[in-house]
């Protein structure tokens, strides 16, 4: 996708579609039920009771176009931190041409670093962060109450209409009010599925966001904190303690976001801290993380074609179907004798970036092959490419790199490997 994509342009996609079909469907249908369950025009409490819905409705809607048009904020392209000697602390995007400052990162769907980054949401077709964190936790706190008082209205009106006989033959004409047509009952039905959806889908939602706001720590941060934990457990001499910077007690958080400037306060690159902490604190963090990951990555070698697929039951069985990585990451396609640079391993994937032949770095048109490079493949497909050291040469270079396949010990490699695996959950 274009980082380019401004605007209203943002709403043709299909997120921005259903999510407003589905604000309007439950809007519509709430207003037309209601009009006969409780009139608004009968009583103020009726009044009242219409003007309550239209008004969470109303702001549902405008906070989710504000989410949407504002943006999370993006950073600007090749940007520079101002102390040229800073840079050291933080780590370059090769697709932005600039530094990520502390917080920003890469979004693969807006092609863009973004600042203080939570997660890319298909149905606002765009990124939560820094800009747009206020109206995006508004439209899913005055969606979820608008979906509670339309479950109320749709449920009352369709008991009231699928009673409307009884009511009629038993003197109890007043509560006959709700009368259906094919299409209302339809709609009514639908409008009540699609309300408690919203309701049970965007209140967990809003659980995680709170969360997020109260402890100042992005869904990407809780887990760069887990690795920096986990690092210092692993290794004896990392013995600084890590202490997360961007915590300031859960009021100064919430007043972070939740201000005058629907959370447009300060820049988004430079963010107040905790005393012990400087600005660079978690960057120098991932950074420490990043080289230990690629002191990590084991080369692998492709044994049998994997065609990317996600749930490639029939070339790979149904095992390593089942346990398919539960991520939005790519898959990668592969052919015999690719090999493949791993960073993450489970039981029955692996994680890695395909290695490019040279003529795919020449940029020959013909041995250009589609689809990501990185991402994850089935480990069956795949062996480890042990690097043997040259017995007698002394020098201790290492040889051309052989594939362990051959003999029965690359087998007895990978179980060692899923025995080592305490640690996988952290890779
Ligand atoms: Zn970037
Ligand atoms: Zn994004």
Not at 40 to 69: C, E, I
Not at 105 to 112: E, N
Not at 136 to 145: A, E, K, M, P, R
Not at 193 to 221: C, R, Y
């Amino acid at each position: 996708m274009s980082p380019e994509i401004s605007g209203f342009r943002r709403f043709l996609h299909w997120g921005p579609i259903t999510a407003l079909s589905i604000i309007k469907c439950i809007t519509l249908t709430t207003l037309y039920m209601n009009s006969m369950w409780w009139p608004p025009n009968k009583s103020f409490a009726g009044f009242a009771h219409q003007a309550l819905f239209l008004l969470l409705s109303t702001l549902a809607t405008f906070n989710y176009v504000m989410a949407t048009l504002t943006g999370p904020g993006l950073m600007p392209k090749q940007w520079h931190p101002k102390d040229p000697k800073d840079a050291q602390f933080l780590q370059y995007c090769k697709k932005c041409e600039g530094y990520k400052a502390p917080r920003s990162h890469h979004c693969r769907k807006c092609d863009r670093c973004v600042k203080k980054m939570d997660h890319h949401c298909p149905w606002i077709n765009h990124c939560v962060g820094w800009a747009n964190h206020a109206y995006f936790t508004y439209f899913l706190l005055f969606s979820i109450l608008g979906s509670l008082q339309g479950t109320v209205v749709l449920c009352c009106s369709f008991w009231r209409g699928i009673y409307r006989y009884y009511y009629l033959t038993h003197g109890l004409a007043h509560l006959a009010s709700v009368q259906f047509t094919l299409l209302s009952i339809i709609m009514c039905i639908l409008g009540m599925g699609l309300a408690i959806g919203v309701v049970i889908g965007l209140s967990m939602l809003l659980f995680i966001q709170l969360k997020t706001i109260v402890n100042n720590q992005t869904g990407i941060e809780i887990w760069i904190v887990e690795k920096a934990i986990y690092r210092r457990y692993r290794n004896a001499d990392c013995d600084d303690e890590f202490l997360y910077p961007y915590d300031l007690g859960w009021r100064a958080n919430l007043r972070l976001v939740f201000n005058d400037e629907c959370q447009k306060r300060g820049d988004g690159i430079e963010w107040p801290v905790v005393e012990g902490c400087d600005q660079y604190t978690l960057t120098r963090e991932q950074l420490a993380q990043k080289e230990e990951k690629r002191a990590r990555t084991r080369t692998f070698k492709c044994t049998r074609p994997v065609t990317g697929r996600w749930l490639p039951i029939f070339s790979q069985g149904w095992r390593v179907c089942v346990a398919a990585p539960c991520s939005d990451e790519p898959r990668i396609s592969l052919r015999p004798n690719d090999m493949i640079k791993v960073t993450r391993f489970r039981n029955h994937w692996l994680f890695g970036e395909r290695v490019l032949s040279e003529q795919e770095l020449a940029g020959v048109k013909k041995r250009q092959r589609k689809g990501p490079i990185r991402g994850w493949f089935p480990r069956r497909s795949a062996v480890e490419v042990i690097e043997a050291v040259h017995e007698g040469s002394g020098d201790g270079n290492s040889e051309t790199p052989a594939p362990a396949a051959q003999n029965g010990n690359a087998h007895s490699h990978l179980k060692q490997q899923q025995r080592n695996g305490h640690a996988k959950k952290y890779m």
